[in-house]
């Protein structure tokens, strides 16, 4: 169908005039949006000051060494031979005092190992008492005893057992534990009751009891060890993971090899299979309502001559969770069969009035295709992007794991009058002494039970600047991808110029549309991912404002809210959508952002049907190619892995593993990233083209002064040709 000037839309914006020099992506062209680039060179330059800060004052070992009462990490620097933290009483972790905001507050510090047996310190203070017992004897009976750093063994000789559990100095109790994450917890939770149980003393029926004379039970220290104990499962798994990843590495690597040549493949027959796999889904779909249409009538007409089945009206319908009684109604089989026949008429007259837009969008992901095909470097592409996403999310995790780090440490006792805040990087003087304090008045009855370190303090600085890092990982990622997709139209809007394919290809043309890219746009594309950041920002602010009213009653609060997420939700996908079209109009016009966005989105609307179909037959295509990569890798590697192969030769190669099915998921995800790259940049063709098919169709009319440069294909498909075929010589006078 002819586009004519008359039918078009004022509002729309003018079509794109005839310009005889054009013939691709400008050459001369300026910076755009010199501003945006310089905001975005600020921002990014205030993410290197915000990570050397974070360098400077932060210690990332403090996040992964635990400290002890005394602020020591336990398996480093001096208490390297010590990596295990001891918990004195481990029920005061779910009973923390009001006065202590972080950590546990019970006596902790590192050990070599943890208990391998059970030990109640009432059962070993009756034997303490024995005066027939010799020097020998008692320190022996002290040795299963763990204490803080200060008892040393004159002390120990010096004080009975009694003494040293009530002054604080030692724990009342422990049971056997595991070291989970350089923490010392009960080995299990299935075992702790009848552990607690059976902690019964030698000289007497006593249970366990705390240093409070509070009985200690095993559900008690089941409430206080379960994270851990989960922590202790999960490393459990996670070894085995590891283990099985370790032996299945090279597997893996040729599993993600083979989807690679699949998703290749797979790219070069599209321009072959792409108008089968459309046609043969519309009929499909169109038969399997016909038949829908045709047996659920038929099952009414059936029921409905039948007096039993048949109801004279709605109002005759129970309500039931039996199914089974619905669908003995002839009224459920009518809904159905109207359901059913709405559908076919309305499938049959999209395909009546848009057959020629399916032709269209057939033969753009064919074109698409052919100028892979004659681009190769384009599937390559994908490469550069990830590397600098790896880069991004790499410096932006050690970033945000320096400024946790940061904190100052925090000190309390259960009393709450003495307290201490001092910056982790200039603490090593005051810890020593503010503990070495702290540790001489436990057997102050006035501090408690409690007193010294208790954890880190977040600073609300560390919070601004943590926020800062979020927005800006937000927008650097929407930078690279804006960078890939400007390039990726550049090369394809020089494919699609191109008069004569693959002659008047211009030479290297990815390595052309990035220096473009590089030189002229950055400022576009910062306004753009720009955008894109604000909304993700915006929407992270309302999931977290979601989470706090999760609690809440405030059923308009949590209704507004809902609504605030999904209208984001849909901005965030129409921008996304947007800024693309505007990237390939800025990748051929050299415009600036706003200009070409305008463009993009008066020239989408002016043909919005076309759109819509292309849009929709493009992404089905890619979600067809997505899920047979993915499918097929995942097959072979079961079949592999599972040693169902039929082939022994091959089978000798499978190694032994505790879940074969691990590596197969890693397989499987590992080809839907590599799909989703492979495709994305195939997606970009397929929306470059369009566009500038669109622009072509408005351009040209098909005369000698103003030739088509669509293909073949899609001039027969509008009933389109060249008039006049023009001479080579009017093909170089066109190109200069």
């Not at 009462?69 to 620097?77: A, P, R």
């Not at 309305?346 to 681009?375: C, P, T, Y």
């Not at 009653?553 to 209208?567: D, I, P, Y």
């Not at 369009?690 to 408005?698: A, G, K, T, V």
């Amino acid at each position: 169908m002819k586009i004519q000037k008359e039918d078009r839309i004022p509002l729309l914006g003018e079509p794109a005039k005839f310009d005889p020099t054009f013939n691709g992506p400008i050459k001369n062209r300026g910076c755009t949006d010199v501003i945006c680039c310089i905001l975005f060179i600020i921002f990014f330059l205030g993410m290197g000051v915000v990570g050397y800060w974070g360098y400077k004052e932060g210690d990332p070992t403090v996040l992964i060494y635990p400290s002890d009462s005394e602020g020591n990490l336990c398996g480093y620097g001096n208490f390297v031979n010590k990596p295990n933290l001891f918990f004195f009483d481990l029920l005061k972790c779910t009973n923390v005092a009001q006065n202590v905001a972080v950590g546990c507050p019970t006596t902790q510090v590192c050990v070599s190992k943890c208990p391998d047996k059970n030990w109640v310190w009432v059962a070993a203070a009756a034997q303490d008492a024995n005066p027939l017992l010799s020097t020998q004897e008692r320190r022996k009976l002290k040795e299963d005893m763990y204490c803080t750093y200060n008892i040393t063994t004159q002390v120990r000789d010096e004080k009975s057992i009694k003494e040293l559990v009530e002054g604080g100095n030692c724990a009342s109790y422990y049971v056997k534990s595991d070291a989970v994450v350089g923490r010392c917890v009960p080995s299990a939770i299935s075992t702790l009751i009848n552990s607690a149980s059976g902690l019964l003393s030698d000289a007497g029926n006593t249970t366990l009891v705390a240093a409070d004379n509070t009985t200690v039970t095993g559900d008690a220290l089941s409430a206080a060890s379960k994270v851990l104990a989960y922590i202790l499962n999960a490393k459990e798994y996670g070894e085995k993971i590891l283990a099985d990843v370790r032996a299945s590495w090279w597997m893996i690597l040729v599993g993600l090899g083979i989807s690679c040549v699949i998703a290749f493949i797979w790219i070069i027959i599209m321009r072959w299979i792409a108008g089968v796999i459309v046609w043969f889904t519309i009929f499909a779909f169109i038969a399997l309502f016909s038949f829908s249409t045709y047996y659920t009538l038929s099952r009414y007409f059936e029921m409905k001559n039948n007096s039993s089945a048949s109801l004279n009206s709605v109002t005759d319908i129970e309500f039931t969770t039996n199914l089974d009684y619905y669908w003995n109604l002839s009224t459920t089989w009518l809904v159905f069969g109207i359901i059913s026949a709405t559908i076919l008429g309305l499938s049959i007259l999209i395909l009546l009035f848009l057959r020629n837009r399916i032709r269209i969008a057939i033969a753009l992901i064919k074109e698409a295709s052919r100028a892979v095909g004659n681009m190769m470097f384009t599937l390559l592409w994908p490469i550069i992007p990830f590397f600098l996403q790896v880069v991004l999310f790499g410096f932006w995790g050690a970033t945000a794991l320096y400024l946790a780090s940061s904190d100052k440490k925090k000190y309390a006792s259960s009393s709450g009058n003495l307290t201490s805040n001092v910056t982790a990087a200039d603490s090593s003087n005051l810890v020593t002494t503010f503990a070495a304090s702290c540790a001489a008045d436990y057997t102050n009855s006035t501090l408690g039970q409690f007193c010294g370190f208790v954890g880190y303090d977040v600073q609300e600085y560390t919070i601004y600047l943590q926020f800062y890092m979020l927005f800006m990982l937000f927008w650097v990622m929407n930078f690279i991808i804006a960078l890939g997709q400007l390039t990726l139209a550049g090369a394809f809007a020089s494919y699609y110029w191109a008069f004569s394919k693959p002659q008047d290809i211009p030479a290297f043309p990815v390595t052309a549309s990035l220096w473009r890219s590089l030189r002229y746009h950055l400022g576009s594309i910062a306004f753009g991912s720009l955008i894109i950041a604000i909304i993700q920002i915006i929407r992270v602010i309302l999931e977290y404002v979601d989470n706090k009213l999760k609690g809440s009653e405030n059923q308009v609060a949590k209704f507004f809210l809902k609504c605030l997420k999904c209208c984001f939700w849909c901005l965030e996908k129409f921008m996304k959508f947007l800024n693309k079209n505007a990237y390939i109009l800025i990748a051929v016009y050299g415009k600036n952002f706003c200009t070409s966005a305008k463009n993009a989105f008066f020239l989408i609307m002016r043909n919005i049907v076309r759109v819509v179909v292309i849009d929709k037959v493009a992404d089905f295509l890619l979600l067809i190619a997505k899920l047979v990569v993915v499918a097929a890798t995942t097959i072979l590697a079961f079949f592999f892995f599972s040693g169902q192969v039929p082939i022994q030769v091959i089978n000798g190669y499978v190694p032994s593993l505790h879940y074969y099915l691990i590596p197969v998921m890693i397989i499987s995800l590992g080809s839907y990233v590599i799909a989703a790259a492979f495709f994305s940049v195939y997606g970009m063709g397929v929306d470059t083209l369009f566009l500038c098919f669109l622009e072509d169709c408005e351009r040209h009319d098909g005369s000698a002064e103003k030739p088509y440069y669509m293909n073949k294909d899609l001039m027969g498909i509008l009933g389109k040709k060249n008039k006049l075929e023009s001479t080579e010589g009017d093909k170089k006078g066109k190109k200069g």
